[in-house]
């Protein structure tokens, strides 16, 4: 599970000149099982991110189902100004998490263009 959903929207202009539109962080909890039990952040993801459960709190993590409508909201904030491309370091394995909980959730699917 994600535990930080991070974006920034480019718009590059006909001069070739990127166009910052906006950027999107919010933090996310690591989610609980099914006996309702949360799930910890492994040592291993906390050395190489400097992000424990306490940060998380600190950082006001949300559910990742409070997180994801805003996303996808986000994503779709930006359609006026043509395709939303999302681009990024192993998204498609980023994606199953997120399609997962938006289905889940009925929310929606967010495509992947691979």
Known sequence: MPIQVSA??????????PEVLGDFNEYV??????????FPI???IAQITHIN????KAR???R??????????????FEKDGPTVLA???IAFDLRF?????GREELGIVEDGE
Request: charged share 25%; proline share 4%.
């Open 60 to 62: 006001g993590a949300k």
């Open 64 to 77: 990742m189902r409070d997180v994801l409508p805003e996303f996808v909201k986000f994503i779709r904030s």
């Open 8 to 17: 920034r929207a480019i718009k590059i202009g006909d001069d070739g000149t």
């Open 98 to 102: 997120m399609n997962y909980t938006l």
């Open 53 to 56: 459960a306490d940060a998380l």
């Open 42 to 44: 492994s040592d291993r």
């Open 29 to 38: 909890l690591p989610g609980t099982s099914q006996m309702g039990c949360e």
């Open 88 to 90: 990024g370091q192993n």
